[in-house]
C-alpha cells in the first residue's frame, strides 16, 4: 500500500478527531487509527460507523474507511446520500443490473465501482451538493473558463 502525507497539521487534528469520535461512539478500529511521523496517518479501517457519527457527516480527507452496516441496496443508496457532501463514492458488485442502478441513484460527482483508483487526468474531476462546483481535468475542466456565445448569421 502506497499512502501520501496530508496536507497540514490540521488535516490530521481532523482525521484524529474523526477516529476518536467514531471509537468513541462505538465503532470497532479494527486497523490503523495513529498518526505517523510527519503529516502521515496510518491506514485505518473502522467497523459499526453509523451517519451520525462525525466522520460522516463531514469531509475526512484522510486515508480512513468507515464500514457500515445496511440491510440492502435502497438502504445502502439512502445511507450513502444522507450527507451534504458529494466528491466521491465506491462500492463493489458483480451484478451489472445493480451497478448501473445504484450508480445512477448516487449523488456524488465521482463514483468509483470495483476500483478504488479512480482519478485521472482525462476524467472530470469534482463534486456536487456542497463538495464543489464545475470539474477539473478533461474538456469539462475548461468549460468553466469559456464563455458560451450563439452567433446566428443570416446570408
Not at 468507515?66 to 451484478?95: C, H, K, M, V, W
Not at 443490473?97 to 449523488?107: D, F, I, K, N, T
Not at 479512480?118 to 476524467?123: F, N
Request: aromatic content about 10%; charged content about 25%.
Amino acid at each position: 500500500v502506497q499512502i501520501g502525507p496530508l496536507i497540514d497539521d490540521g488535516a490530521l487534528e481532523k482525521v484524529e478527531r474523526h477516529v476518536a469520535d467514531a471509537t468513541g461512539a462505538g465503532a470497532e478500529l479494527v486497523r490503523g487509527g495513529s498518526r505517523l511521523e510527519g503529516t502521515f496517518f496510518e491506514p485505518t479501517v473502522l467497523t459499526g460507523v453509523t451517519n451520525a457519527m462525525a466522520m460522516s457527516r463531514e469531509e475526512t480527507f484522510g486515508p480512513v474507511a468507515g464500514i457500515q452496516r445496511f440491510a440492502g441496496e435502497e438502504e445502502a443508496i439512502r445511507l450513502a446520500n444522507d450527507t451534504p457532501y458529494g466528491l466521491a463514492a465506491y462500492f463493489y458488485s458483480r451484478d451489472l443490473g445493480r451497478v448501473w442502478r445504484v450508480s445512477e441513484a448516487l449523488e456524488y460527482g465521482i463514483l468509483g465501482v470495483n476500483t478504488g483508483i479512480i482519478s485521472t487526468e482525462v476524467a472530470p474531476f469534482g463534486g456536487i451538493k456542497e463538495s464543489g462546483i464545475g470539474r477539473e481535468g478533461s474538456k469539462y475542466g475548461v468549460d468553466d473558463w469559456l464563455e458560451l456565445k450563439y452567433v446566428c448569421l443570416g446570408v
